[in-house]
């Protein structure tokens, strides 16, 4: 079951990205078995100088740290924007069970958009995916942190 | 100018990961403007626990640790197997200069194949690409790695 509190902590995670001027893009892993939050992270490409520093990534990582696997089968990822291709493609390797995402990235995403990563016959493993939670308050932040720098 | 001594590199690292049971396929980031090896990384996925240790991966992130910043703009990497959608994104997010491979993917591929992520309207950086370098010493990592496993 979607939890709204879920993506409500990707959003505090966006917002703290914004905060440190990073985009404002968060993602949280949950164990879908018991609904615990594995990891929650926030994009850190300038911070840490690391190109593949997106949200996802970051909390993926974290979360195949924890559970001791590359594959977190039982897991589900929310996430403030559309994920784009690399992401997308590392939610896939990770066989992650349900990508919830809040708002669609028409320039970079990868999953209805660009290159839409898990629409090819190659793709082994496509996650279920669910679109809107919280879509005004990511919008919102996103809005607000790129009309403050041009 | 493309440097075989770089691709045989990258084949060193990919055998390498294929002693330790990981599937063979190893990068190689070179500074464009000396010709000096950045780093080269092996895949890990197994050995780290990490769905995101691709050898490209592992590769950019090192070499953006290096040169203190996200963006590898006057950066080539040599790769011994056509990138995924993943590591494809994840270079054109590092804005590498140019991407040489060994070999096509086709199963699991995202440049020749599959997304194809440098060939959307909204990617923002595609590097130059080159093909087949060394490539029947990768296609015999790769055959004999899962021969091995089948």
Chains 1, 2 share one sequence.
Do not use: W
Request: hydrophobic share 40%; glycine share 6%; proline share 3%.
């Amino acid at each position: 079951m979607v939890s709204i509190n879920h993506m409500k902590l990707a959003i505090a995670e966006a917002r703290e990205a914004s905060q440190m001027g990073e985009v404002p893009v968060g993602a949280v892993i949950v164990n879908s078995v018991n609904g615990a939050v594995l990891s929650s992270h926030g994009n850190r490409v300038e911070s840490y100088k690391d190109p593949t520093a997106h949200a996802e990534i970051l909390a993926l990582r974290e979360a195949a740290r924890l559970m001791q696997t590359p594959r977190l089968k039982n897991c589900d990822i929310y996430v403030t924007l559309e994920p784009c291709a690399m992401c997308a493609k590392a939610i896939s390797l990770a066989r992650i069970r349900r990508l919830y995402f809040a708002t669609e990235d028409r320039k970079g995403g990868g999953v209805e958009n660009g290159s839409r990563v898990f629409s090819h016959k190659s793709c082994n493993h496509k996650p279920e995916i669910y679109v809107g939670i919280r879509e005004e308050e990511s919008q919102d932040l996103l809005r607000k942190f790129f009309k403050e720098r041009r």
